[in-house]
């Protein structure tokens, strides 16, 4: 059974809900705060990625591509993914991520 687009906006906001417990305990210069903070921004784009054309569109729009590069970068840039990529990414796409997340939860009837 596959699960709802509302759905998979809730396990998203949950991966981004850990990341940002994991950046409360230390910040990014921490190996394993930065491991960890990858690998839940990964999954909540892997998330987002199983959902409908529709949302990705109506929520992310022409950014979506670049989007998934950026978890495309993280899964498969193994040990030589830049931490610097990552740390930017938190700090100036994410919110803008989150937010668009979260506007669309509170859209649901």
Excluded at 17 to 45: C, K
Excluded at 57 to 76: E, Y
Aim: a negative charge; zero cysteines; proline letters at 3%.
């Amino acid at each position: 059974m596959s699960r709802s687009d509302i759905e998979l906006v809730g396990d998203a906001l949950e991966h981004l809900r850990m990341l940002h417990s994991h950046l409360d305990r230390a910040d990014m210069s921490d190996q394993v705060v930065a491991d960890a903070v990858s690998l839940r921004l990964a999954a909540a784009i892997e998330a987002i990625s199983t959902a409908s054309l529709d949302l990705r569109d109506r929520v992310f729009g022409d950014q979506w591509p670049v989007v998934w590069a950026t978890r495309n970068r993280i899964a498969h840039g193994y040990a030589f993914v830049d931490l610097n990529i990552i740390r930017a990414t938190v700090e100036q796409d994410l919110p803008q991520f989150q937010a668009a997340l979260e506007a669309e939860l509170l859209n649901q009837p």
